[in-house]
């Protein structure tokens, strides 16, 4: 059994994880329109994988006999002029998607959620990495400037992420 705070913050989450997978399929086309196709399709795996991240929340809340509710999706920013652009606003999303976690964690730790307590920890471990890995994209995107036989490499590069 689940209450019906975490409920409502699991549900949060369900929305958050969908937006930010809309948010991604949006950088991907955007990406596209500057010629950076490694770089759409980085971003169009991110978006399946945050909206993995989505169907695993929604099983979770299942399995503790949770009601599932599916809110509206807010439209996704787009017209990104450049790959710094593109990623910045990803890790801005990761940042918030990760002090999301922390909340729900904080409150299955204050409610004696262990199931919710074990779960959150494979998302708090996983934000980890996603923002360590945006964060190492935008650290190279920077150093290139306008360079742009580096910033092809880099493109070249996420482009052969599998």
């Given at each position: ?9 699991l549900n949060?989450?369900?929305?958050a994880e969908?937006q930010?997978s ?12 500057l010629?950076?196709e ?17 169907i695993r929340?929604?099983?979770?809340l ?9 809110h ?15 990623f910045q606003?990803?890790l801005?999303s990761?940042?918030?998607v990760?002090?999301?976690i922390?909340?729900?964690y ?9 199931a ?14 996603e923002?360590?890995?945006?964060d190492?994209i935008i ?18 590069e ?5």
């Amino acid at each position: 059994m689940v209450s019906k705070k975490m409920q409502k913050a699991l549900n949060r989450q369900i929305q958050a994880e969908l937006q930010a997978s809309y948010l991604y399929l949006s950088m991907s086309t955007a990406a596209t329109a500057l010629d950076l196709e490694g770089t759409a399709h980085w971003m169009r795996l991110q978006s399946e994988e945050e909206r993995g991240h989505a169907i695993r929340l929604v099983d979770h809340l299942q399995d503790l006999d949770g009601e599932v509710e599916f809110h509206s999706l807010d439209q996704p920013d787009s017209g990104f002029h450049s790959a710094l652009e593109v990623f910045q606003k990803a890790l801005e999303s990761e940042r918030k998607v990760t002090s999301m976690i922390h909340e729900i964690y904080s409150l299955a730790v204050k409610e004696g959620n262990y199931a919710t307590q074990v779960e959150m920890q494979w998302f708090v471990q996983e934000q980890v990495h996603e923002e360590r890995d945006v964060d190492m994209i935008i650290a190279r995107l920077k150093m290139a400037g306008d360079d742009s036989t580096t910033l092809f490499l880099i493109d070249r590069e996420l482009g052969q992420r599998q």
